[in-house]
């Protein structure tokens, strides 16, 4: 068991919690939703409410992610937005100091530093889906708890089955909440037969604790009686998702994600770099158990850069989180080369610029009354007044949807789930990710351009879901080549001969007389 005070003040972990306070304040602006965590909580609402996962909400994620919303939304209803931000908090707080005393009880430093865990809660919590808990932040603590059972490890002692069989659930249970855990899973079985002499029933312990994490899961899977769906939205949809590419219509692409992550941590990338070359070069002169656990560090930061593969085109900018633990670790190995300290500091600094430039942006946008003394040096048609638009303004869809006249529920043809929040308005039926349907529906144009594994949703089933609860507004993109209602009416025209079409501003309201 981590020692967690043993090595400074409780003085040092309040300033911990107060930067993680500040730095995810941005989060409890009341018309902040993350496009992830609205999927999620979507999906949570239908399970609470009697409904089954991947049988009546479609999100193609595995379970673990939607079940800790549901477990909020049951806890605190309406009040499971600010439950889930409060509890991110305390949740990344908790990582950050376990991430420090792995650090220093293995001696990764020289000398005692709190420069990981903050690094750590800086990189987390800048802007964009780093303010809503996602998959990959979930990740984050069990994947913390598995590498130190992992570093734990010796030479042939009786205790390394132990260990492995604690990293393997604790990996295991990462896979069932992003799948890119995969790359970690095979990061700790190279790591472990290139840095130890291997023994085949370590291997199979490490083996059997992952097989453990997900079996379990999937019992629990069975027993709700959605096991076939789970296999064709949880499973094969995902390897649609991973040949489909960027979904039609977002801004973002890869290569601009990718200048994103440079700006953001190219400085920290460079550092983390250089210092491994320069652990490389120097490991003959380590006593042979550091050099081991190093070994193993590597092995981590080289899994967690590979579990951006499984992404695809998209680089999403959240899929970096999982670097961030070993990348903040050789960060601040930097003070231990043999470099004038504060040439490493300034270095440091320099990484330090542009995420926190982000963060005051971000800061900025959400609170423009607070920071109004800065609002003459932002761009008009800039970022900042963008965001100031989207968080402080009511959005267009509101003069256009009441939600007092809303009982079926609203369907969006986009792929913005917060709008259901931004206009208070529940979600029509099971496609509470319409990016899934999007490409599940036998209806659309491009359905026949895109070969899948999964099962299509054939229109005589989207015909009687419709039928028998119509929606009362569906909300269509209004730009060329995406419009996706016209496609759905010419499909079905009786159906749909009733609804009245609201053109506001990029969108297309459709309302059932």
């Known amino acids: 068991m981590l020692k967690i005070f043993s090595y400074n003040n409780p003085f040092v972990y309040g300033f911990l919690l107060v930067c993680v306070i500040l730095l995810r304040l941005p989060s409890f602006h009341p018309q902040y939703f993350g496009t992830d965590e609205s999927y999620y909580m979507l999906a949570a609402q239908e399970i609470v409410e009697g409904g089954t996962q991947y049988v009546d909400t479609w999100d193609n994620k595995p379970p673990v992610i939607v079940w800790v919303y549901t477990l909020f939304v049951w806890l605190f209803g309406s009040g499971a937005f600010v439950a889930i931000r409060i509890f991110t908090i305390l949740y990344l707080f908790i990582s950050a100091v376990i991430l420090n005393q792995m650090v220093m009880e293995n001696k990764f430093l020289k000398n005692f530093s709190i420069l990981p865990a903050f ?62 855990a995969i790359m ?24 059997g604790g992952f097989l453990f994490s997900i079996i379990v899961i999937l019992t629990i899977i069975y027993f709700s009686g959605a096991l076939p769906e789970y296999w064709d939205l949880g499973i094969l949809y995902n390897l649609d998702y991973i040949f489909i590419g960027t979904n039609p219509g977002e801004e973002s692409t890869p290569l601009s994600n990718l200048g994103q992550y440079f700006k953001l941590w190219g400085v920290f990338m460079l550092i983390a770099g250089i210092v491994v070359v320069h652990f490389r070069l120097q490991s003959f002169t380590y006593a042979i158990r550091i050099r081991k656990i190093e070994s193993i560090l590597l092995f981590w930061l080289g899994a967690s850069v590979f579990t951006l593969l499984p992404g695809a085109g998209r680089l999403y900018l959240h899929y970096f989180y999982l670097i961030i633990p070993p990348l903040v670790i050789y960060v601040s190995k930097l003070h231990d080369l043999r470099i004038r300290y504060w040439i490493a500091s300034l270095l440091i600094l320099a990484g330090l610029v542009w995420p926190v430039i982000t963060f005051g942006h971000f800061m900025v946008a959400a609170f ?56 208070g308005v529940p979600a029509y039926g099971r496609y509470t990710n319409f990016s899934v349907a999007y490409y599940k529906f036998d209806l659309f144009s491009h359905s026949d351009q895109h070969k899948i594994l999964s099962s299509r949703e054939p229109a ?39 609804y009245n079409e609201t053109k506001a501003g990029k969108y297309r309201v459709y309302s059932r007389q």
């Open 460 to 498: 005589s089933r989207v015909f009687r879901t419709f039928r028998d609860l119509p929606p009362d507004v569906i909300i269509d993109r209004d730009e060329p080549g995406f419009r996706l209602f016209p496609q759905i009416r010419e499909r079905m025209p009786l159906l749909f001969a009733h």
């Open 119 to 180: 690094l750590f809660l800086l990189l987390i919590s800048i802007p964009w889906y780093c303010q809503e808990l996602n998959g990959e932040q979930l990740m984050i603590l069990p994947v913390i708890l598995a590498f130190n059972q992992v570093f734990n490890v010796r030479e042939r002692a009786p205790e390394n089955g132990w260990h492995l069989f604690l990293a393997g659930i604790l990996i295991g249970l990462s896979f069932m909440i992003k799948y890119q």
């Open 368 to 423: 423009p009354q607070t920071f109004a003394f800065v609002d003459r040096f932002v761009s008009e048609d800039g970022w900042v007044k963008g965001k100031q638009k989207e968080l402080n303004q009511a959005h267009i869809l509101t003069h256009y949807v009441d939600p007092g006249e809303i009982e079926n529920g609203v369907l969006i043809l986009d792929f913005e789930p917060d709008l259901y929040y931004r206009l």
């Open 184 to 207: 970690l899973f095979l990061g700790v079985i190279v790591g472990y037969l290139v840095t130890w002499t291997p023994r085949l029933s370590d291997v199979m312990s490490f083996i």
